[in-house]
């Protein structure tokens, strides 16, 4: 993750990081977090409230971002609105998606947005020495206890290597 990185979220994110204990630690990264408002609809309203304390943006769309959503899932029927909010934010903001949803990173890619995921931000926690590997190998695992939708083979590899 570049310094200053500029990065929109999906619900999911926010769940991974919160299971697996993460969710003050992100804050410290050299980042900007941002939502659509719509996500955080799907947050509830205490835990966005935290999220917002901490640091994180919520963000409203414009009348042409609205319209953009609406031409983008004619386009890619899979991911959800709010879903596609994400997408349309990120390239507004000329950010990054973090997201673990298949069919919004489809989409991404295909509109040439950079977009990656939970592991992402995990990955970046540990290079900047804000979580140590042994933690966040922990965090991992209570991810994969709680049935987070990630890919086993590479948080696999991310336990075995982080663990004393």
Known sequence: MSPGACCITDTNVWIDLRVGNLLDNVFELDARWLIPDLVGHELGTKRKELLVEWGLEVRSLTGDEVEAVI????????????????????????GILVTGD???????????????????????????????????????????????????????????????
């Open 71 to 94: 031409r983008l899932n004619e386009t890619y029927s899979a991911p959800s609105r709010t879903d596609m909010a994400t997408l349309v934010v990120a390239r507004a903001e000329d």
């Open 102 to 164: 298949g069919p919004l990173r489809e989409a991404a890619n295909e509109e040439d947005t950079e977009v990656h995921g939970t592991l992402w931000v995990v990955d970046a926690l540990v290079d900047t020495g804000t979580v140590e590997p042994p933690e966040a190998a922990r965090a991992l695992q209570l991810m994969m206890e709680a049935d987070r939708r990630l890919p086993r083979d590479e948080v696999n590899k991310r336990v075995d290597a982080w663990q004393p």
